[in-house]
C-alpha cells in the first residue's frame, strides 16, 4: 500500500521556466491538498482538489499557479515563468474524504529557482 | 497576519521528562485543531487532534489540551523518547476541518540522553 507519492523529489529551473510538480494520492484517495513551505515557515494551504474539481484555491497566487486533479492520472501542480521566490518546499496530502484528520501527506518536491 | 502561532522555535527536554509544545491562534473561527511531526526532508505526519467541543484529547503518550477563552493549545509528550526529536507543527481549520490548514511555524524539539 504506496503512500501519497510525490515527484521529482528535488527540482531545479532557471528563471522563465515552467516547473510542473505531481502528486500521486494513496489508492483510494479522491482528495487532494497542495501547501507551500517557504524556509523557516510552516506549511501554507494552496489549493483542495477532488477529482476533476477544484474545491478551494483561496491560497493559490492569482498568476503564473495553476493546479488540476484529472480522472486518470495525478494531481499537477504547475507553476509558469518561475521565480527565485518560488523556491520552497511544495508538499501534497490526500484523503479519502474532506476530512485532515485521515490526510497523508508525501515527502515534498523541493524546487529551487536558480 | 499569522493566525497560528508557535512562539517557541526550539525546545530541548530530556529523555523521559515531559515535552510540552504549545501553540496560540487568533481566528475564533476556527474550530479543530491538529498536531503534526516532520522529520528533515519527509512529509508530516499527523500525530493528534482536538475539537473544539473538547478541551483535552488523549492517545497513548500524546496529550492535547484546548483552551478556548484563551485561543490556547498545548501538546503534551509523556515520557519523551529520542525519537520524538522532530519538528511539530499545530494547525487549525474551520469547518469542522474540511477545509485547508492554517500551519503554524513549528517547534523544533529536541530530547537529550
Known amino acids: 500500500n504506496a503512500g501519497v507519492m510525490q515527484n521529482p523529489r528535488h527540482l531545479v529551473r532557471r528563471r522563465g521556466q515552467e516547473a510542473r510538480l505531481r502528486c500521486s494520492p494513496m489508492?483510494?484517495?479522491?482528495?487532494v491538498y497542495w501547501y507551500r513551505q517557504l524556509p523557516e515557515e510552516g506549511l501554507k494551504f494552496m489549493v483542495y482538489?477532488?477529482?476533476?474539481?477544484?474545491?478551494?484555491e483561496s491560497g493559490m497566487p492569482k498568476e503564473r499557479f495553476s493546479a488540476e486533479f484529472p480522472k486518470e492520472g495525478p494531481s499537477i501542480l504547475r507553476i509558469q515563468q518561475v521565480v527565485r521566490g518560488d523556491s520552497a518546499a511544495y508538499f501534497c496530502?490526500?484523503?479519502?474524504?474532506?476530512?485532515?484528520?485521515?490526510?497523508?501527506f508525501g515527502q515534498g518536491t523541493r524546487l529551487t529557482v536558480v | 497576519d499569522q493566525q497560528v502561532k508557535q512562539n517557541s522555535p526550539s525546545l530541548s527536554v530530556q529523555e523521559g521528562r515531559i515535552s510540552i509544545l504549545n501553540c496560540d491562534y487568533t481566528?475564533?473561527?476556527?474550530?479543530?485543531f491538529l498536531w503534526y511531526k516532520k522529520y528533515p526532508a519527509e512529509g508530516p505526519t499527523f500525530l493528534i487532534s482536538?475539537?473544539?467541543?473538547?478541551d483535552k484529547n488523549e492517545d497513548g503518550r500524546f496529550t492535547v489540551f484546548l483552551n478556548k477563552s484563551a485561543k490556547h493549545l498545548s501538546l503534551h509528550i509523556v515520557p519523551s523518547q529520542p525519537g520524538d526529536s522532530a519538528v511539530y507543527f499545530c494547525?487549525?481549520?474551520?469547518?469542522?476541518?474540511?477545509?485547508?490548514?492554517?500551519f503554524g511555524k513549528g517547534t523544533h524539539l529536541i530530547i537529550q540522553p
Open positions: 496530502a490526500s484523503s479519502p474524504n474532506s476530512a485532515n484528520t485521515e490526510a497523508f
Open positions: 489508492k483510494g484517495h479522491s482528495h
Open positions: 482538489l477532488q477529482k476533476e474539481n477544484i474545491i478551494d
Open positions: 481566528n475564533s473561527m476556527f474550530d479543530y
Open positions: 482536538i475539537s473544539s467541543i473538547k
Open positions: 494547525a487549525a481549520s474551520g469547518m469542522g476541518g474540511a477545509d485547508g490548514l492554517t
